[in-house]
């Protein structure tokens, strides 16, 4: 069964030098599904990121997977709830 996972990554003073990389990486990760959502703070020294795995060594290999590294080991955690606003989701498909 799919769970919903939080990581949080503390990113190193070298993340303005790849920002704009890690960016376009980032949506397309989102674009292909490996992730839900991210948000980087706005001095760029931690990145969020929701993702859906299986378990926890899916969310490990995922969050491994990132264009972001982090100074210290990232922090993973499992949700017990998780509601994405409306305007995040693609919208119905009508055939009229």
Known sequence: MKRIFL????LGDHFHTVRDAAF???NQLLA???????GIAEDHSRVWVTLVADGD???WE???NLPVSGVLEPIITPLATYNQSLDLQFPAI???
């Open 24 to 26: 376009y990486q980032m």
């Open 62 to 64: 995922i969050v491994s």
């Open 94 to 96: 009508s055939l009229n």
């Open 32 to 38: 292909e599904g490996k992730i839900q959502t991210y």
């Open 57 to 59: 060594f899916e969310a």
């Open 7 to 10: 990581a949080e990554i503390e």
